[in-house]
């Protein structure tokens, strides 16, 4: 019995040996399979970050014009193979979106079609062993998957203001702009001397986003958005080195009652969470131009004469802002509702030029008499027009380049030029007019008859200057220094569609003869044709050296669109690990 229960006792230890080495077989095997399955996870989380990076580029917000969902995936399985995988992508693995991150500071993404899209999530899987010391038949095999979203994009800061045309401007249009400025700021009859020199340096002059978020002591583009104008005037004041006719103008501004109303959003406007960084720039011209068009917004205002020399001519300008310009930031794609998010409005500006116009001296015929034309009233509407700029396409530069290009769809709808007014409410009147002109003395020597007027002249002009749509393309430097930021690297680049203001062909309506003395009408041609080679100049020149250079100078071409990039901003590109998905 005792050898029995020992034989019994030798087999149990045998066994339990031979359990404890399997265990500890299987421990180690699992322990190297589990150590070999997070290895190869974190391989493919490397190659699906790889994809998702390598993708970005080529989102909406980033690849430029005639951008595919085809190019997108071609570039996350390229950057996926150079990373190592040697698996295969599936393109309905790369889904375009956008990333936005809320105020509670989550970074959450919404699938969106690639219009939208200002980022990429690329899931990628691989099927492998689930162990490599067991039979595979009995460990089977396991899906790895590995998600990653990445963001690149490129921000551009555009301006309508019109820093584009008051560079190199005549005395003339400074004249005009500093009369508008004293009686939008400073009530009638008041005016600011500004001449080409300080407009130059207004145009040429910029402030840093930084320098004013000091300023204002906030920390971002969120905190500033909720003040006001007046706020930043103020902030503006305090950073901008200004001469002292520009310093003169926003003093004013700061001092208007009605800054405090205008809201800042209509002076900058940030699209969405655009991310600019602080050393984005904005010319203190446009930033000026903007806060005081503002505050005369659906207003009509009068310059009771022009300073502008046309032989002959007196004018006062009626001058209605419909619309006033801003700063826009933003990037290259749609929102939801196929709208694209970056838009420029041009200003919004109806004129009316009250003309009165010298005819010339009396002219003398021997023994028949003489023709005194006189003067005419000839009052000239001008409706500037509505223009808009839709950011359609962004390059974001990549590798050692630092080029980016804009592409921006710019269209004007279409203006007029006409007889008439503009009354309080901004309506454009444009009709025909009646004047009499002229004084007839005929036979001196017999006692002479006198007939005046002489002559009725009626005109209807309205002259359209049609609508036009181009796309244009803004070159940029990304830079790391601001004072490297010139026009000859692709800043401050100005576009124009050519307006159709220059040498104005106008035609009237043929007077009515005139009948004198109960008689047969008499032939007036000559006469006619005299009054229409003295007035068509006239008008002409009034188009150039008055309407033409104002508008310009608040950002308006006549019949066209101009538009400024001031800035281009672009983050390296951006590798989001924590993300709520959101469908």
């Known amino acids: 019995m005792n050898i029995a229960r020992r034989s019994q006792r030798g087999a149990f230890s045998f066994l339990f040996l031979v359990i404890l080495i399997a265990g500890g077989l299987m421990v180690f095997a699992l322990a190297a399979d589990g150590a070999r399955l997070y290895a190869q996870q974190r391989i493919l989380q490397q190659h699906a970050d790889a994809a998702a990076l390598g993708a970005a580029q080529g989102t909406q917000a980033c690849g430029g014009q005639g951008v595919t969902t085809a190019d997108i995936c071609a570039r996350a399985s390229m950057a996926a193979e150079a990373a190592g995988f040697e698996g295969e992508l599936v393109c309905e693995g790369v889904t375009t979106g956008v990333l936005e991150t809320g105020v509670d500071g989550i970074s959450r993404f919404r699938v969106a079609g690639l219009v939208q899209s200002n980022a990429v999530r690329a899931r990628l899987e691989r099927s492998v062993p689930r162990s490599l010391l067991l039979p595979g038949g009995i460990a089977g095999s396991v899906v790895l998957s590995a998600d990653a979203v990445a963001q690149k994009e490129v921000i551009a800061t555009f301006s309508g203001g019109g820093s584009t ?77 200004l001469g002292g006719n520009a310093t003169s103008i926003l003093d004013a501004v700061i001092a208007n009652a009605g800054i ?52 002959g001519v007196t004018s006062e300008i009626d001058i209605f802002i419909q619309s006033a310009p801003a700063i826009v930031i933003g990037p290259a794609r749609q929102d939801q509702d ?72 710019a269209s004007v709808s279409v203006a007029r030029i006409g007889t008439g007014s503009v009354d309080a409410s901004g309506n454009t009147l444009v009709g025909p007019i009646s004047v009499d002109i002229g004084r007839l003395v005929l036979l001196p020597l017999l006692g002479g008859i006198t007939i005046d007027p002489v002559l009725g002249l009626s005109t209807g002009l309205d002259l359209s200057i049609p609508g036009a749509s181009e796309d244009f393309v803004f070159p940029a430097v990304l830079v790391a220094d601001p004072t490297d930021k010139t026009a000859g690297n692709g800043y401050f680049t100005e576009q124009f569609i050519p307006g159709g203001a220059d040498g104005l062909d106008l035609t009237f309506q043929p007077p009515p003869s005139l009948v004198a003395l109960g008689g047969p009408p008499l032939p007036l041609g000559a006469l006619t044709g005299t009054i229409t080679g ?44 924590d993300v709520e998905f959101v469908d």
Do not use: H, K
Request: proline share 6%; glycine share 10%.
């Open 260 to 311: 405090d109303t205008v809201a800042l959003t209509d002076v900058i406007n940030v699209v969405g969470d655009a991310s600019v960084p602080p050393n984005s720039e904005f010319p203190i011209y446009d930033l000026l131009m903007s806060l005081v068009l503002n505050l005369a917004e659906d207003q009509l205002f009068n310059l009771p004469q022009t300073r502008i020399n046309i032989p």
């Open 534 to 577: 003295i007035l068509n100049p006239v008008l002409s020149s009034l188009v150039q050296l008055v309407v033409t250079p104002l508008l310009q100078t608040l950002g308006v071409e006549l019949g066209g669109f101009s538009a400024m990039l001031t800035d281009a901003s672009q983050d390296s590109v951006r590798l989001i690990r």
């Open 338 to 409: 196929g709208r694209w998010v970056t838009r420029l409005e041009a200003p919004d500006i109806r004129l009316a030029l009250n003309n009165n116009i010298s005819l010339g001296p009396a002219i003398s015929i021997p023994l028949v008499g003489s023709i005194q034309l006189g003067e005419v009233d000839l009052p000239l509407v001008v409706d500037t027009g509505t223009g808009t700029g839709e950011l359609i396409a962004a390059d974001c530069s990549a590798g050692l380049s630092n080029d980016v290009n804009f592409m921006l769809d």
């Open 165 to 241: 045309a008051v560079v190199g401007s005549s005395t003339g249009a400074a004249s005009l702009l500093g009369d508008l400025l004293g009686v939008i700021l400073l009530g009638p009859g008041n005016s600011f001397a500004i001449n080409p020199t300080d407009l130059d340096s207004l145009a040429n002059t910029t402030v840093a986003l930084g320098d004013l978020l000091a300023e204002l002591g906030v920390n971002s583009l969120a905190e500033l958005l909720p003040l006001t104008g007046g706020d930043l005037a103020q902030a503006l004041g305090a950073v901008a080195t």
